[in-house]
């Protein structure tokens, strides 16, 4: 066999060769002896659940973003929870947020006996439209509900519109929560998430930029008596003061192995953002210029922390290339393939005029490419390659 003959076989082997969609043993590859060790170190001292790297964490965590408290917990889904109930949140109150998101952030507002009003997206950012939010609060109005807060979702890594989100807000007496599942890391205008609202919520689901090794999550807030009653609810209800139990909580408590890791990784979490910035760019100079296919886009002022790379096929090409990519090898999600308000158990609940346009139209169109901080050059321009061959052959 020839040179010439391996270096081909080596080329058809390695476009063959499945991609990971998220690639976590590279991560893990890079810091797994500061990851045992951590490990070793919570084995070591017993305090399985709420142990000394809880308070190191919050710490890191705040440290971090810039925001005074950091209170860790369970879940993402338990973080926004907490905030709801630490609102007082029930029946007969509505609270805005998108259908174009994952489940979680209307259901905890369901799950209290609230009211979800579902409003639209802009186009290009996939977060909350702020254009719709007085009919959002109409809506809500025309139910017979109380509006009284404003869900916004930082989609795919890329933080909302603050600034108009914060000042309709303010203009109409309701509170702002930031469901930061996806988009702890980002920055708005020189102000990085975990820094916006009355509290923000965050996941370390393992997918997410910043990840565990299970379930966790943390809550973001600079407000003082926020955190007494947070401390609280995560607690079951329990007081921090005497032995009673003044309000009802619940088990939100993280687990000391998941804060040991985070700790480790938050150390590297930078790096990869910049990396997971390059890697994007790299994707969009690749796809310049290709037909039915529209690329992110991140406003000035703004630092996306790339949760999802995600496109928009038009011309109901969509599902015609998933298939085409399968074929390659290259991983596709879609994220999402139908609205929030458009599943059973939310169909019933208020939205902007009736109906979500652009949240109907995108659920058609978005496909999402594998995106992590490890992605190297080779598989870039594979997957570059793939997608553009596959759009060339619809």
Same mark, same amino acid.
């Given at each position: 066999m020839t040179m010439t003959d391996v270096n081909a076989r080596e080329r058809t082997e390695s476009v063959a060769k499945p991609l990971a969609f998220i690639d976590l043993a590279a991560q893990q590859e890079r810091i797994r002896p500061q990851v045992e060790q951590a490990v070793l170190r919570v084995l070591d001292h017993g305090k399985y659940i709420m142990g000394p790297e809880i308070t190191q964490l919050e710490e890191d965590l705040a440290r971090f973003c810039g925001a005074k408290h950091s209170i860790a917990c369970g879940s993402g889904t338990d973080a926004l929870l907490m905030l709801l109930m630490a609102k @007082?949140?029930? $029946?007969?109150?509505?609270?805005?947020? $998108? %259908?174009?998101?994952?489940?979680a952030t209307a259901e905890m507002v369901a799950l209290l006996g609230a009211s979800p009003v579902f409003i639209d997206i802009e186009e290009e950012s996939f977060n909350l439209?702020?254009?719709?939010?007085?009919?959002?609060?109409?809506?809500?109005? =025309?139910? !017979?509900?109380? *509006?009284?807060?404003?869900?916004?979702?930082?989609?795919? @890594?890329? *933080?909302?519109d603050y600034d108009a989100i914060?000042?309709?807000?303010?203009?109409?007496?309701?509170?702002?929560?930031?469901?930061? =599942?996806? !988009?702890?890391g980002g920055t708005y205008k020189g102000r990085k998430v975990g820094t916006f609202g009355y509290g923000t919520a965050t996941s370390f689901f393992p997918a997410k930029p910043l990840g565990g090794y299970g379930d %966790?999550?943390?809550?973001?807030?600079?407000?003082?008596?926020?955190?007494?009653?947070?401390?609280?609810?995560?607690?079951?209800?329990?007081?921090? #003061?005497?032995?009673?139990?003044? +309000?009802?909580?619940?088990? !939100?408590?993280?687990?000391?192995?998941?804060? @040991? +890791?985070?700790?480790? #990784?938050l150390k590297i979490f930078p790096d990869e953002i910049e990396a997971r910035d390059?890697?994007?760019a790299t994707y969009n100079a690749g796809f310049e210029g290709l037909s039915d296919v529209v690329t992110p886009v991140v406003p000035d002022g703004l630092q996306s922390v790339w949760a999802q790379y995600t496109l928009k096929i038009k011309s109901g090409l969509?599902?015609?290339?998933?298939?085409?990519?399968?074929?390659?090898?290259? *991983?596709?999600?879609?994220?999402?393939?139908? !609205?929030i308000h458009l599943r059973t158990t939310y169909a019933d609940y208020p939205r902007t005029g009736g109906a979500l346009p652009v949240t109907d139209r995108l659920c058609g169109e978005v496909v999402s490419l594998p995106m992590h901080p490890y992605l190297s050059d080779e598989d870039q321009a594979r997957i570059i390659d793939a997608v553009r061959s596959a759009m060339a052959s619809l």
């Open positions: @007082g949140i029930g $029946p007969g109150d509505a609270v805005i947020c $998108p %259908s174009f998101t994952f489940t439209d702020p254009a719709q939010l007085p009919a959002a609060v109409e809506a809500a109005k =025309a139910a !017979g509900l109380t *509006p009284k807060g404003i869900i916004a979702v930082d989609l795919f @890594g890329l *933080p909302a914060e000042a309709f807000a303010e203009e109409n007496g309701l509170w702002v929560l930031d469901d930061a =599942a996806q !988009g702890f %966790s999550g943390a809550i973001f807030t600079d407000d003082e008596a926020l955190v007494e009653t947070l401390h609280s609810i995560r607690n079951h209800g329990a007081s921090t #003061k005497s032995f009673d139990n003044p +309000i009802v909580g619940l088990n !939100g408590r993280m687990d000391s192995m998941q804060a @040991g +890791i985070l700790i480790e #990784k390059r890697i994007a969509r599902d015609s290339l998933v298939a085409a990519l399968k074929d390659m090898n290259v *991983p596709t999600a879609i994220h999402y393939l139908k !609205g």
